[in-house]
């Protein structure tokens, strides 16, 4: 491994030569006149969507920067965070030469990803109290090791990364380390967006698809040093948010006291649902969570799984994970839903 973090030689040499996709709207920017577009082949009677989206999607970074106390040029936007990890590998990692380090159990995403883009993923299972086992990381590193992805909150066993470890491994690796935090809107823990100006290395993404409530209009956040994020921007699709999912991520970022009350209403029917599951004798062990979800140590996950679906409760079975041999993940639904979730549970026959 080399002494010290160099970006050019971590991205792939085509990306590095290749010239970005330049389309009409990244061409002409706008300085303020009302001018008439003829430009991009639209259609010009007016219906609201009849214009192509900001591609750039200046408005939404904006917000974001100054919540964040970002630049927007720090930030790179996607559909779904699934499009920014994807932009991730196919920027960084070559096909059949590189490799990747994940730590199941955990996020599925990554490892599917690999396998789409050829790079092979060397898993490093996580040591006792799910926590990163770094020594086995650092063994695993060698010169084509691009990215380690560290999700914290992990999903789906839901407890966060000892800052320690995830610093040890920052300071130490000269590849990207990536820390999803799709679920550190639901955690006491401070984001490592924090220290984003300290690690050249570091790669943070988010999404608003929890806690922000809008899973449906796909969008994924970004955020790491400007020379990374415009790496990741020349090779983006060039309009891959559309308007309406921009402009509904706007009015949702608008109103954080909206979220924050229902993040807060999820918090507390977290610890309900774990006060009443952890009276039930079927149930042998209820993980930490930082998440808006638990993972339970059960008897007989399976059949378990199966009597809720029968009673019309979907959850989800994570027995076939490492390290999670019989677990159910409850993720975390209004008070009413849970309340019959507890009480479907109590009805089940042994
Ligand atoms: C749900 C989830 C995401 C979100 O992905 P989107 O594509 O943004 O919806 C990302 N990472 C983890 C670990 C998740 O559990």
């Not at 490093?124 to 010169?143: C, H, M, R, W």
Request: charged share 25%.
């Amino acid at each position: 491994m080399s002494s010290s973090f160099d970006l050019n030689r971590l991205v792939r040499e085509n990306v590095l030569k290749m010239k970005p996709y330049s389309s009409a709207r990244d061409e002409y920017k706008t300085d303020g006149r009302k001018m008439t577009f003829l430009d991009a082949n639209e259609n010009p009677f007016e219906n609201g969507v009849n214009r192509y989206p900001d591609p750039q999607q200046g408005k939404v970074k904006q917000m974001l920067a100054s919540q964040k106390s970002l630049s927007a040029a720090q930030i790179l936007l996607g559909n779904g965070s699934d499009e920014v990890l994807d932009l991730i590998f196919r920027a960084f990692c070559r096909p059949r030469v590189d490799n990747v380090i994940t730590l199941p159990p955990t996020y599925g995403m990554y490892k599917v990803l690999a396998g789409l883009n050829e790079v092979e993923d060397r898993e490093v299972v996580l040591a006792s109290g799910f926590q990163p086992n770094v020594a086995a990381i650092f063994e695993k590193i060698d010169e084509q090791t691009k990215i380690i992805f560290l999700c914290s909150p992990n999903n789906p066993t839901g407890n966060s990364f000892s800052e320690a470890s995830v610093e040890e491994i920052l300071r130490n690796f000269n590849g990207l380390v990536v820390i999803d935090e799709a679920y550190i809107d639901f955690s006491a823990k401070t984001s490592w967006l924090e220290r984003l100006e300290e690690f050249p290395n570091l790669v943070i993404t988010q999404t608003l698809s929890k806690a922000y409530g809008l899973a449906g209009i796909r969008l994924g956040i970004c955020y790491a040093s400007e020379e990374i994020i415009s790496i990741l921007n020349k090779i983006k699709p060039p309009y891959n948010v559309n308007e309406l999912s921009q402009q509904r991520a706007l009015e949702r970022l608008s109103r954080p006291e909206e979220v924050n009350r229902e993040v807060q209403t999820i918090l507390q029917e977290r610890e309900l649902l774990r006060a009443n599951l952890s009276k039930m004798s079927f149930v042998k062990e209820i993980f930490p969570s930082d998440a808006n979800f638990l993972l339970v140590r059960v008897e007989n996950a399976g059949r378990k799984y199966e009597q809720l679906l029968e009673a019309g409760v979907v959850v989800r079975n994570r027995s076939n994970q490492q390290l999670c041999e019989n677990t159910l993940r409850f993720t975390v639904g209004t008070p009413d839903e849970n309340k019959e979730l507890l009480k479907k549970l109590t009805q089940l026959k042994a």
